[in-house]
């Protein structure tokens, strides 16, 4: 009405915990000009973090950064009493955990009272380590899946693992381009996370800050096939990295993996435009350019002549991409989609076949018109 203020809405996003006094200029109302004050009280939440692995250490940091109460939980005792004593850990050497993280080994106390529960926990682990925590999880807690995979056998997504161990919670999954060591260092970067818009709402609040953007997305299959799916093309590039085959080699193997991924994803009813985004072509690039990657690591090693095995003795990380390709590869040939690329990694792994036989029979099949799909 004529001669009243407008109603103006205001959306804010501040980094940190703290609480203080907003000052914004009100553009209409009847004193042009005018200042508004009020006080901004951000949403505080309680925050479990499952699982002390990389991922689990910066996200559990962030969401203390941010102000929230953060339980972290991990399946050793030992290494839980080394972490709470030292604030680190050697699977992140030069990371120092944020003293506001409670190291918690009793998983009840744990998970009391949590308003959202980070699940950072190896794929082929999920459903014994869920089955195991369930029943002491808040009924409205809501669940951030972090693992990327998928599991050997069944061929279920970490969601859908979780969802059977924990039924009747929601469940979303964050993923994209994330290299843990620059987490640590605070490096920008940007993610996604996948689910129902009611469940990513209160995650995309909680972890948003000024070194990292997320974006919510519907499609939790793109997104869990994406971030899965990956790690197998990493490993590939790994192994050209190994035998020295060149950055033109590495660039054609990414065009030519991300086209298997949309292939394989869209035949599980994925949307293809999730792919060509942050969890799609995002994390494929940094998962196989990055020196830091677990999975281009242990690919690199093998194109260098180092047998699997000898090199899983060496590494305290867990490789996903190796029973993720296994998995892959045998639905794919259920299914009759052409993997080439996946079909190599396979026969490296598990067939004894040398790196440089896998390209030379990558670059001695029939040429033709280059497709996406």
């Given at each position: 009405m004529e001669g009243e203020a407008d109603e103006v809405v205001m959306v804010l996003m501040v980094d940190g915990p703290e609480e203080g006094e907003v000052t914004c200029s009100v553009a209409r109302s009847r004193s042009p000009g005018s200042i508004l004050r009020g006080t901004f009280r951000p949403i505080m939440r309680q925050v479990t973090v499952i699982g002390d692995g990389q991922f689990g250490l910066v996200l559990a940091s962030l969401a203390a950064s941010r102000g929230h109460g953060v339980r972290l939980w991990g399946a050793f005792p030992d290494d839980l009493a080394a972490l709470a004593a030292t604030r680190r850990s050697p699977r992140l050497p030069e990371f120092e955990l944020d003293p506001a993280v409670v190291v918690e080994p009793d998983a009840e106390r744990a998970l009391a009272g949590a308003d959202l529960c980070i699940s950072a926990v190896p794929t082929q682990h999920l459903a014994s380590v869920w089955t195991r925590l369930g029943k002491d999880l808040p009924a409205s807690a809501v669940i951030v899946s972090v693992s990327k995979g998928l599991e050997r056998g069944s061929l279920r997504r970490p969601s859908q693992i979780v969802k059977e161990a924990v039924p009747g919670h929601d469940v979303v999954t964050m993923s994209g381009p994330s290299i843990a060591a620059e987490m640590a260092r605070r490096l920008p970067l940007v993610m996604v996370v996948a689910g129902a818009p009611h469940a990513t709402a209160p995650v995309q609040e909680a972890l948003?800050?000024?070194?990292?953007?997320?974006?919510?997305?519907?499609?939790?299959?793109?997104?869990?096939?994406?971030?899965?799916?990956?790690?197998?093309?990493?490993?590939?590039?790994?192994?050209?990295?190994?035998?020295?085959?060149?950055m033109n080699a590495k660039s054609a193997l990414l065009a030519r993996g991300l086209a298997e991924i949309v292939r394989f994803g869209?035949?599980?009813?994925?949307?293809?435009?999730?792919?060509?985004?942050?969890?799609?072509?995002?994390?494929?690039?940094?998962?196989?350019?990055?020196?830091?990657?677990?999975?281009?690591?242990?690919?690199?090693?093998?194109?260098?002549?180092?047998?699997?095995?000898?090199?899983?003795?060496?590494?305290?990380?867990?490789?996903?991409?190796?029973?993720?390709?296994?998995?892959?590869?045998?639905?794919?040939?259920?299914?009759?989609?052409?993997?080439?690329?996946?079909?190599?990694?396979?026969?490296v792994l598990f067939g004894g076949i040398a790196p440089a036989q896998a390209l030379q029979s990558l670059m001695s099949r029939d040429v033709g018109v280059e497709r996406v799909r």
């Amino acid at each position: 009405m004529e001669g009243e203020a407008d109603e103006v809405v205001m959306v804010l996003m501040v980094d940190g915990p703290e609480e203080g006094e907003v000052t914004c200029s009100v553009a209409r109302s009847r004193s042009p000009g005018s200042i508004l004050r009020g006080t901004f009280r951000p949403i505080m939440r309680q925050v479990t973090v499952i699982g002390d692995g990389q991922f689990g250490l910066v996200l559990a940091s962030l969401a203390a950064s941010r102000g929230h109460g953060v339980r972290l939980w991990g399946a050793f005792p030992d290494d839980l009493a080394a972490l709470a004593a030292t604030r680190r850990s050697p699977r992140l050497p030069e990371f120092e955990l944020d003293p506001a993280v409670v190291v918690e080994p009793d998983a009840e106390r744990a998970l009391a009272g949590a308003d959202l529960c980070i699940s950072a926990v190896p794929t082929q682990h999920l459903a014994s380590v869920w089955t195991r925590l369930g029943k002491d999880l808040p009924a409205s807690a809501v669940i951030v899946s972090v693992s990327k995979g998928l599991e050997r056998g069944s061929l279920r997504r970490p969601s859908q693992i979780v969802k059977e161990a924990v039924p009747g919670h929601d469940v979303v999954t964050m993923s994209g381009p994330s290299i843990a060591a620059e987490m640590a260092r605070r490096l920008p970067l940007v993610m996604v996370v996948a689910g129902a818009p009611h469940a990513t709402a209160p995650v995309q609040e909680a972890l948003s800050c000024s070194w990292l953007r997320l974006y919510t997305l519907r499609d939790h299959v793109g997104v869990e096939l994406a971030g899965a799916a990956k790690n197998v093309i990493a490993l590939a590039a790994g192994m050209l990295d190994g035998m020295r085959a060149g950055m033109n080699a590495k660039s054609a193997l990414l065009a030519r993996g991300l086209a298997e991924i949309v292939r394989f994803g869209s035949a599980h009813g994925a949307e293809a435009e999730t792919f060509f985004g942050v969890a799609g072509v995002g994390d494929l690039a940094t998962t196989c350019f990055s020196p830091d990657g677990r999975n281009r690591s242990c690919g690199e090693a093998l194109g260098r002549g180092q047998t699997l095995a000898e090199h899983l003795a060496h590494t305290r990380s867990v490789v996903e991409g190796v029973d993720t390709c296994d998995a892959i590869v045998r639905d794919a040939r259920s299914r009759g989609i052409e993997l080439p690329i996946m079909e190599a990694v396979h026969g490296v792994l598990f067939g004894g076949i040398a790196p440089a036989q896998a390209l030379q029979s990558l670059m001695s099949r029939d040429v033709g018109v280059e497709r996406v799909r």
